[in-house]
């Protein structure tokens, strides 16, 4: 998540103070949050950060692994489609 947003950031050419500033954080909060070094985020924060670098917060159902027993099935399968 904290390299997502500072790849966004960058690409819209924003120090992280200027960023910071913007929205009424400090400089350091950003840099916890790209660096991932920040004990908890809000939800606020990380939706107002999420904004303004044009970035969406999506949620989305977690997918088990598949296991080695399935992945064998699947490659078999196919071949022999193929």
Do not use: F
Not at 27 to 34: F, G, N
Not at 46 to 52: C, F, I, N, R
Not at 66 to 76: A, G, K, W
Request: hydrophobic share 40%; charged share 25%; glycine share 10%.
């Amino acid at each position: 998540m904290g390299q997502k947003l500072r790849q966004a950031r960058k690409a819209r050419h924003l120090s992280q103070a200027d960023l910071a500033a913007s929205l009424g954080m400090s400089r350091a909060t950003v840099s916890a949050i790209e660096n991932g070094t920040i004990g908890e985020i809000g939800v606020r924060k990380l939706m107002a950060l999420g904004t303004a670098l044009g970035l969406e917060l999506l949620l989305d159902s977690r997918h088990e692994r598949p296991t080695l027993q399935q992945l064998r099935e699947e490659r078999r399968a196919t071949k022999a489609g193929a």
